[in-house]
């Protein structure tokens, strides 16, 4: 299972969460983050930020990033976007 744990986050306050699992094995680690990705800004009615450069540094390093207004074509009324990688399915065979 591959869960991804979105959190609009406004003043250091959550306004909104979501878990979205993908449980299909055979998509590969990238195509399920963007799905998960767009999955949670449907659900929270967003257009889907750009990745930056630090974004996909951060995401590397520690399956976790922030998109804030900077990624965003639109204004927002949050201050972030939190977007982390609960749970990772790994196939060691």
Known sequence: MFRIWGKLIKENHLL????ICIP???INRTKKVYKSLEM???EFDLAVPIWLEN???EFIKH???RF???NFIESIDFDY????VIEEDHSWE
């Open 63 to 65: 399956a976790r990033t």
């Open 24 to 26: 299909d094995k055979d």
């Open 40 to 42: 949670i800004c449907e």
């Open 55 to 57: 974004n996909k540094t």
């Open 16 to 19: 909104k969460d979501t878990v």
């Open 68 to 70: 804030d207004q900077t």
């Open 81 to 84: 976007l939190d977007f982390h």
